[in-house]
């Protein structure tokens, strides 16, 4: 057992023995700025549960068996099925992603989730089929490439803008930016000449739907480390909706290789033409269709739950928000935001930076070791898994002053947070190849809605962060929605 796990000398997961040590909380800082309320959080595992006390606290929220002692050390170590090791330390993130990410690929079992259906896509392979694959893709996603699919995003967020206008009482904030992110990542990925989409959205939105609350779902057994082969429910085969979707997309690259697009382009017309710089190699059909449905799930869905978090905590902190709203009316006035805009909204970027804080889209990775190492003074063995939480590194009391409240001031200066303890986007080689993407995408969704409405909160019970495969609320967020006086 790592000396680094403390509560006692037992490891709140297995309960096995080590040094007694006590967890050392930073205090708030004394003539700081005044407090704010907490954002609301998951329950860490704070003793030792029985097995089946494990499965249970899992099945309800696997990311209530991260240990709360996670929040104060570098590393806690032990042994379950295998050897794990949950890192939270910037130095253990640098080393495992970036300097010896070699040594760490994703584990099987982070792999389990995605394989199933995108077993030739970006976000599942590793070596040198990843490393073509993403050479060969960056020129997609350089910022002038970015920058020329910024149409779709102010078209989205202006259709979200009317359509709030015609709502009374509540709105599901929840359905309204899973909407507005879907419409922009449809017509974005296969957009025709048109900038519209090329598969039916009767058949995009089923499909994706089924996968995020079924196929995609996170086991305890991932975080347990039971080998690929022991079945997940939910994996066992490919739904019905789900292969619709790949016809679809199937469907779509053979039409556009017979009959390119001559007006803008869309993804699939920048990956049908990427090429790997170095080998001259070009994706097949099979892997353009599974990258194609990978940037459609994963750029869907964590936008749409990073902006229902942000606008959820502005509606927590009015006086946040209405600084925010300050800048959108001053640059926008009441009109959509555009990509010319964005280096225009600091204080808006700054807010959604720190709500991917709070709530990382993505609050778990999975690595596995293939060779020895050692990583924040803990020796690593071949096969040991290593987890890295970012949803406690963000809020680890060592690495962030006042973890849990939001404020957004403290992302002004951006020399000044240790890229190693945020990564919402992770980072190193396998950094998320969409990130501007997403704050490009983000930024003007956020600024559009909060130059022409106030959000604020209802009596509803307030939302908890849920791991699924990504950190969705555990309920729908709602807040009230009024136009803001002239």
Request: glycine share 6%; hydrophobic share 40%.
């Amino acid at each position: 057992m790592s000396a680094t796990t403390p509560s006692g000398g037992r490891c709140p997961v297995t309960g096995h023995g080590g040094g007694p040590q006590t967890p050392h909380q930073t205090p708030p800082q004394k003539g700081g700025p005044a407090p704010r309320k907490k954002a609301p959080d998951a329950e860490l595992l704070s003793k030792r549960p029985s097995l089946l006390g494990l499965i249970r606290l899992a099945r309800g929220n696997v990311l209530n068996v991260i240990p709360h002692v996670a929040l104060y050390y570098p590393i806690v170590s032990d042994r379950l099925l295998r050897r794990f090791h949950v890192i939270v330390d910037p130095e253990g993130n640098k080393r495992v992603l970036k300097t010896n990410f070699a040594n760490y690929p994703k584990s099987p079992e982070a792999k389990g989730v995605l394989a199933k259906v995108l077993k030739r896509g970006l976000f599942v392979i590793d070596g040198d089929e990843w490393r073509w694959q993403r050479r060969a893709m960056n020129p997609a996603f350089a910022p002038r490439n970015v920058a020329r699919l910024t149409p779709p995003m102010t078209r989205a967020a202006r259709e979200a803008a009317e359509r709030l206008a015609d709502r009374e009482g509540p709105v599901n904030i929840s359905w309204e930016m899973m909407k507005t992110a879907f419409d922009v990542i449809v017509r974005i990925t296969f957009a025709d000449g048109e900038g519209e989409s090329a598969v039916p959205l009767d058949v995009v939105s089923p499909a994706i739907d089924h996968y995020l609350s079924d196929t995609g779902k996170v086991s305890l057994l991932d975080y347990l480390g039971f080998p690929a082969w022991v079945p997940r429910p939910g994996r066992m085969r490919t739904h019905p909706t789900l292969q619709a979707l790949k016809d679809g997309a199937d469907a779509a690259i053979a039409e556009r290789r017979q009959k390119p697009n001559t007006g803008e382009p869309g993804l699939i017309d920048m990956l049908i033409d990427a090429e790997d710089p170095q080998t001259g190699r070009r994706m097949t059909d099979a892997e353009l269709r599974d990258n194609l449905i990978t940037f459609l799930i994963a750029g869907h869905e964590t936008t749409a739950i990073s902006l229902a978090w942000t606008l959820y905590l502005l509606a927590l902190e009015p006086e946040t928000q209405a600084r925010a709203a300050a800048e959108a009316r001053d640059v926008l006035g009441e009109r959509a935001a555009t990509g010319e805009d964005v280096p225009h909204l600091a204080y808006i970027r700054q807010a959604f930076c720190e709500s991917m804080r709070l709530y990382p889209p993505i609050p778990v990775h999975l690595r596995t070791a293939t060779a020895a190492d050692e990583v924040s003074g803990t020796g690593i063995r071949p096969g040991d898994t290593m987890i890295l939480p970012f949803y406690a590194m963000h809020r680890h009391h060592q690495h962030w002053n006042r973890p849990d409240e939001f404020r957004p001031e403290r992302f002004a200066d951006m020399t000044k947070i240790d890229r190693f303890a945020y990564l919402p986007f992770s980072v190193g080689p396998r950094v998320c190849i969409g990130a501007d993407f997403a704050m490009q995408e983000s930024i003007i969704t956020l600024a559009t809605l909060l130059a022409r409405y106030r959000f604020s909160l209802t009596d509803r019970p307030a939302p908890k962060p849920k791991l699924i495969l990504t950190l969705r609320p555990d309920r729908d967020i709602w807040l009230e929605v009024r136009p803001r006086e002239g």
